[in-house]
């Protein structure tokens, strides 16, 4: 991550000294001292440092180096700099930066909030389901086992519609918008607008019932058709909706 930022440089305000004798041409009357601070400029000005000075001669035309100083010059300086103080616009960056990071802790406390409230509600609707709940699921597959890996293949990701519970049996309908998952072509179901382009296809819903175990689904969110085959791998149940909620 960068971040990128600008130093700035404030000038007070320069100040004449014509009492005090240039220690390169030894002159008077050609002494100026200027009083400037450097800030940060990152979405406003702001973390301003110490003040500084600068000095030159009008006479020879050169600045005069801090270690050229005499103590004359330097009582000067320390005059000028104790009437200027930083103004408090240098600071305000800071209190945008304040705003930012306000905003995105409301921001992220109210998405937690959010999201415990759709892991409540997909709770409830895990324990008690009702006709007409849609789930966002995948079948599972067959086991392919290659060496000494495994791996499940041919899982249908569809929607399916709840048209019966019936003790520890749910009845499921598939809809007609589907995807599958071939040893070929793996499908990431967490590929941001997967299920919604699935739902956009679904029209209508078959009419042959698919019979999951509620128990699996409470215990473990799975989609287990019943009965299961041999070589079955479980499915998931990625969401629930319920209709009119």
């Not at 000038?11 to 009357?29: D, M």
């Not at 590929?191 to 382009?197: K, N």
């Not at 698919?210 to 128990?215: L, V, Y």
């Not at 699996?216 to 009965?227: A, E």
Request: charged residues 20%; positive net charge.
């Amino acid at each position: 991550m960068y971040i990128v930022y600008e130093v700035r440089t404030q000038e007070h305000k320069t100040v004449a000294h014509p009492e005090v004798a240039c220690p390169l041409c030894q002159q008077q009357g050609g002494v100026h001292i200027a009083i400037r601070q450097r800030y940060i400029w990152w979405f406003g000005p702001m973390c301003p440092t110490s003040k500084f000075g600068i000095a030159w001669c009008e006479h020879c035309d050169q600045k005069i180096p801090k270690v050229k100083w005499s103590k004359a010059l330097e009582q000067a300086y320390r005059d000028d700099k104790s009437s200027v103080k930083t103004p408090l616009r240098l600071w305000r960056g800071m209190l945008v930066i304040g705003g930012l990071l306000a905003t995105l802790s409301v921001v992220g406390m109210v998405r937690t909030k959010m999201r415990a409230a759709d892991a409540g509600i997909q709770t409830e609707y895990f324990a008690n389901p009702q006709v007409g709940d849609i789930y966002y699921a995948h079948t599972g597959g067959e086991m392919k086992v290659e060496g000494n890996s495994a791996s499940s293949i041919n899982e249908v990701y569809a929607l399916f519609k709840v048209v019966k519970v019936d003790g520890d049996s749910v009845f499921v309908v598939q809809g007609n918008g589907s995807r599958v998952s071939t040893a070929g072509k793996v499908i990431n179901e967490y590929v941001s607008g997967f299920w919604d382009s699935i739902e956009k296809e679904t029209t209508a819903y078959g009419t042959t019932p698919i019979i999951i175990s509620h128990q699996s689904m409470t215990q473990y969110q799975f989609f287990t058709p019943l009965p299961r085959e041999k070589d079955a791998t479980p499915g998931r149940i990625a969401q629930i909706k319920r209709p009119g909620k």
